[in-house]
């Protein structure tokens, strides 16, 4: 079955940084447009990021933009998420998931994505 395996969040302080991982195993990997969401409690998870299947192309939320970049690596069937210059406001579970859908104005969109991982708590201290 497929599985998506979230790893590297942690406890970080203010403008510091942190790499989320994201194995994937159980699909075609190379296919899937790759995003990551967040979502903190009492909150509607929330788009972060996503990269189109070939790497070429990547959107961001307006609230990470310039300091979070995705990436993927096909040959291992990962997807990451650097996360630089770190905010209090960017504490949240974070998870990633994958859609086959390659219609850019979609990729935000939480419920055209077929499978998410577990989530890893990502905590920012001020």
């Known amino acids: 079955q497929v599985q998506l395996v979230e790893s590297g969040g942690g406890l970080v302080q203010a403008g510091g940084s942190l790499r989320l991982s994201c194995a994937a195993s159980?699909?075609?990997?190379?296919?899937?447009?790759m995003g990551w969401f967040r979502q903190t409690p009492g909150k509607e998870r929330e788009f972060v990021a996503a990269?189109?299947?070939?790497?070429?192309?990547?959107y961001y939320a307006d609230s990470v933009k310039g300091r979070f970049t995705i990436s993927r690596d096909n040959a291992k069937n990962t997807v990451n998420l650097q996360m630089n210059s770190l905010k209090p406001e960017d504490t949240a579970v974070y998870y990633c998931a994958g859609t086959l859908t390659g219609v850019p104005a979609r990729f935000a969109g939480r419920d055209y994505y077929d499978y998410w991982g577990q989530g890893t708590q990502v905590t920012v201290s001020s």
């Open positions: 990269i189109n299947w070939s790497g070429d192309s990547t």
């Open positions: 159980g699909l075609t990997f190379s296919i899937y447009t």
